[in-house]
T-cell receptor
């Protein structure tokens, strides 16, 4: 089955701890994305990567970090510097280029207390 | 800065009704527009992709139109069913591979 997997589905952390969210795709897509979704707000772009070993900040990158060491993997670390980390995090991927649609994973709900 | 608005925020209809969801965007310089469906607590499912050069796309009971010059798109759902109940999101692709999302329309189809 081709698709995007995110793990875990639910994640609980104490304030002050860093946490890494996993995103893997077997669609052979070049581009990968991380979004954050909060109640009553649209999805907001955190980071994106169009090629291995390269990534760009999105609209709300502060307090987050990413890596892209393999084409199929794009992990997101939520650091202790992120002021409001509790949210639903969605990973997406697409073929590179402006014409292609994005496909989304099932999401990870992070709760920080 | 591109902004995407979806009206209404919520819609409740009886089963069998045809309905239209609206999406507007402020900057007509887009590459494409994508409609998604999201069920509670789940990821997004892509429904339709309309390129900037296209006027509409159809998939089953769904038809999406795009009027780039006026900054509008509509998603038409024919013969609605309770299984269509979900939040529908539209997003436009701007430069640098970015998608800009609206806040969505929550649709409830009552049996």
């Amino acid at each position: 089955d081709g698709g995007i997997t995110q793990s875990p589905k639910y994640l609980f952390r104490k304030e002050g701890q860093n946490v890494t969210l996993s995103c893997e795709q077997n669609l052979n897509h070049d581009a990968m994305y991380w979004y954050r979704q909060d109640p009553g707000q649209g999805l907001r772009l955190i980071y994106y990567s169009q090629i291995v070993n390269d990534f760009q900040k999105g609209d709300i990158a502060e307090g987050y970090s990413v890596s892209r060491e393999k084409k199929e993997s794009f992990p997101l670390t939520v650091t202790s510097a992120q002021k409001n980390p509790t949210a639903f995090y969605l990973c997406a991927s697409s073929m590179a280029g402006s014409s292609y649609e994005q496909y989304f994973g099932p999401g990870t709900r992070l709760t920080v207390t | 800065k591109q902004e995407v608005t979806q009206i209404p925020a919520a819609l409740s209809v009886p089963e069998g009704e045809n309905l239209v969801l609206n999406c507007s965007f402020t900057d007509s310089a887009i590459y494409n527009l994508q409609w998604f469906r999201q069920d509670p607590g789940k990821g997004l499912t892509s429904l339709l992709l309309i390129q900037s050069s296209q006027r509409e796309q159809t998939s089953g009971r769904l038809n999406a139109s795009l009027d780039k010059s006026s900054g509008r798109s509509t998603l038409y759902i024919a013969a609605s069913q309770p299984g269509d109940s979900a939040t529908y999101l539209c997003a436009v692709k701007t430069g640098s591979e970015k998608l800009v999302f609206g806040k969505g329309t929550k649709l409830t189809v009552n049996p």
